[in-house]
């Protein structure tokens, strides 16, 4: 689990509009920083949103449809309360 890589989701995730969604590729892209090896960092994205998916901090979907678990290409967003 990457301490690093939640603030990282939940930072995007602020900087966005309220239902605006961030791909865990760009949360990859910020964690690699200027290295930009950002495909080694996925693991860690997916891990994390594994994590606030469970915990209920976040959403995911695929084209406009809620997601119940991580599987294939998916989008971040936060839950609406």
Known sequence: MSNEAHAAV????????????V?????ARELAGPSGDWQKRMSDVHAAVDDLLNEGKV??????EALDERRG????S???N
């Open 10 to 21: 939940h930072g995007m995730l602020a900087k966005r509009g309220k239902r605006k969604t």
């Open 23 to 27: 791909c865990p590729s760009e949360v």
């Open 59 to 64: 959403l995911i979907s695929w084209k406009g």
């Open 73 to 76: 290409p998916y989008r971040i």
């Open 78 to 80: 936060r839950p609406a």
